[in-house]
């Protein structure tokens, strides 16, 4: 079946940074596009990173210049390279594969001020 496990979430200052990966089995991972979205307590989940089969990349608006997306499709895995981060990045991060559509559990990004 298929499974996208996410790491790398945390307690973090203000300005610090962390790396999220996910690791995904049982799909064709190089036909996936891979995502990473968001999800905080009260709001709806949003996308905050997205990078194709084919590399190209978009990003949220509120995450363009601190956040890289990457991808190594030999590692079936995707990262989310997060610096500067502010207290509004509080969110439990989930990681998404499209073809089919499916979502890991999420890992907890919390920020403290």
């Known amino acids: 079946q298929v499974q996208l496990v996410e790491s790398g979430g945390g307690l973090v200052q203000a300005g610090g940074s962390l790396r999220l990966s996910c690791v995904a089995s049982g799909i064709i991972f190089s036909g996936n596009n891979m995502a990473w979205y968001r999800q905080a307590p009260g709001k709806q989940r949003e996308l905050v990173a997205q990078i194709s089969k084919f590399a190209t990349t978009i990003y949220a608006d509120s995450v363009k210049g601190r956040f890289t997306i990457s991808r190594n499709n030999a590692m079936k895995t995707v990262w989310l390279q997060m610096n500067s981060l502010k207290p509004e990045d509080t969110a439990v991060y989930y990681c998404?594969?499209?073809?089919?559509?499916?979502w890991g559990q999420g890992t907890q990004v919390t920020v403290s001020s």
């Open positions: 998404h594969a499209d073809r089919p559509s499916n």
